[in-house]
């Protein structure tokens, strides 16, 4: 390889200037008033990323998510058709939560209140007593939500009739999420967190590299970080709409320690077999709006969902997706090392989130500051604001839908 | 030393480590791991490093379908490995730290627990 090719180059501020420079208010990490305008602005109108089809693998299966931004529990089922739909967890006789357990396989789901029953496209097939009612049952069905698939990847829209589809809204990144291990991939691992700050405060953490010297000394330590490229900032930034990305830096002369060796062996040799080598040469992590991030890795094939809880509450979801059962005890050794090395850096991540959260909300500063090399920070905030911008100014001009 | 704790034959040395290290679950390792001392993962890690490989090798030309419990053992101190790796080779003085902040990682999903 050409090392002068290889040097590290920092993006130049020039080139990130676009996106502003001025200081950031706080009001947006912890103002409960601006989380109300988030729920309708945004979560009840993007595509949200809600599971992995390898969830719903046979027809009847179904699972149940919350979505607590937009106070919803929502059902997705595989239907005998193997055609995928989801509809609010909702039974239309008094508002019941219609579905109680998290997963499983059925044909029809009954309120356990009056057993009112539906069945895998939500029509309401039997209700006892119903003549006593002054209804059709043709008008009781679930209330439909938008769902498709991107790259393996399951996501809902709350919008009765969404603007955009779900290739729209993710254009052109489909097409490179669709080259992951997630598009093929048939099983995954999964750890969760719940923490006390407000979910941007939490995905800002994500999309920086400044603080991977002090947070992660040893975790990350010299995987990204070296004397050419200290701060381990990233190789460039794509702004895409929406969304964004960033090419990340990792240091040729990185040095794993012996049993560290015996597990990477076998996740890059499995990712060679995959077909995934110029994803191993090519370091990307992608960054899609609102709450949902996807590292490219081939080896740490890992999506981490950040999911609002409440104005200084969330909960990070991270998945590592792999493409069969394990078939070995290499592999699943291999595995196991990947989560746990992937969760030591999460784990750092958490606690100084949380800190961050507690300044903010005491009110002590107005602003915050975001450099250059915090841009995708920058871009993030500015792409949230804008949506509920625009949403604000849609009610104030709305007169007769309104 | 019970039958409960008895390894494939060659590693009888590491049997001393079945019932610490030896455990069903992801969760329960990463559990294991936040509760031990640096030194007790120091002791696991020297002992069972070497054999690892021979381990993995052996296993491997087993089958995951035709483990024995004894087999099933020895599996599951290779992934408490993965765990204890991280805390010698990676953490080292700042284990105990890094510990704390874990805890409210919880695994909760794991390829290794969803054997066919």
Known sequence: ?402 | MTDAAVLPGGFEPLQVFVDKWALATSFERSRERETSSLAQMREFYDAFAPYLNDALAYLDRKGLAEFTPADERLMALCLSLAHVTLAVEVQGEAEAQNALLRHEMRITRSTAERAA
């Open chain 1, 1 to 402: 390889m050409n090392v002068e090719a290889a040097k590290f180059r920092p993006v130049s501020n020039e080139q990130v200037a676009v996106l502003g420079t001025q200081p950031i208010p706080v009001g947006p990490y912890h103002d409960p008033d601006y989380f109300a305008l988030e729920r309708e602005a945004v979560f009840k109108r993007a595509w949200l990323h809600i599971g992995h089809v390898s969830e719903l693998p046979e027809p009847g299966s179904f699972i149940v998510r919350k979505v607590e931004a937009a106070r919803a529990s929502i059902l997705i089922v595989r239907g005998k058709d193997d055609v995928i739909r989801a509809f609010y967890n909702v039974c239309t006789h008094r508002g019941t939560e219609l579905v109680a357990q998290s997963d499983g396989l059925a044909s029809t789901f009954s309120c356990r209140y009056h057993m009112w029953t539906f069945n895998d496209h939500g029509e309401l097939r039997g209700a006892p007593d119903f003549e006593r009612f002054f209804l059709d049952k043709a008008d009781c069905g679930l209330s439909k939500v938008a769902v498709d698939v991107a790259a393996g990847l399951i996501f809902i829209n709350l919008t009765p009739e969404p603007e955009q589809t779900l290739s729209e809204f993710l254009s052109p990144l489909e097409t490179q999420l669709e080259q992951l291990p997630c598009a093929t991939a048939t099983t995954f691992a999964e750890y969760l967190y719940e923490i006390d700050a407000n979910w941007k405060l939490v995905y800002d953490n994500f999309q920086e590299n400044y603080h991977l010297r002090f947070i992660h000394p040893r975790s990350v330590g010299t995987t990204a970080t070296g004397p050419e490229n200290p701060f381990g900032y990233a190789t460039g930034f794509d702004f895409v709409g929406l969304h964004r990305k960033q090419a990340l830096w990792m240091n040729p002369e990185h040095q794993p320690g012996p049993v560290q060796v015996s597990a990477l062996e076998r996740l890059v040799n499995d990712a060679m077999s995959g077909g995934y080598d110029e994803l191993l040469a090519n370091s990307e992590y992608f960054a899609v709006f609102p709450n949902f991030f996807m590292l490219n890795s081939p080896i740490l094939p890992f999506s981490h969902t950040v999911f609002p809880i409440g104005p200084e509450k969330s909960r990070g979801v991270i998945r590592f997706y792999w493409r069969g059962e394990d078939d070995s005890a290499t592999q699943r050794f291999a595995r196991e090392y990947a989560v746990a090395a992937t969760r030591d850096v999460h784990a750092e991540d958490r606690g100084v989130i949380e800190a961050g959260q507690r300044g903010i909300s005491s009110g002590a500063i107005q602003h915050i500051h975001f450099q250059a090399q915090e841009a995708l920070c920058r871009h993030f905030i500015n792409s949230v604001d804008a949506t509920v911008q625009a949403y604000k100014a849609e009610k104030s001009l709305g007169g007769f839908g309104a």
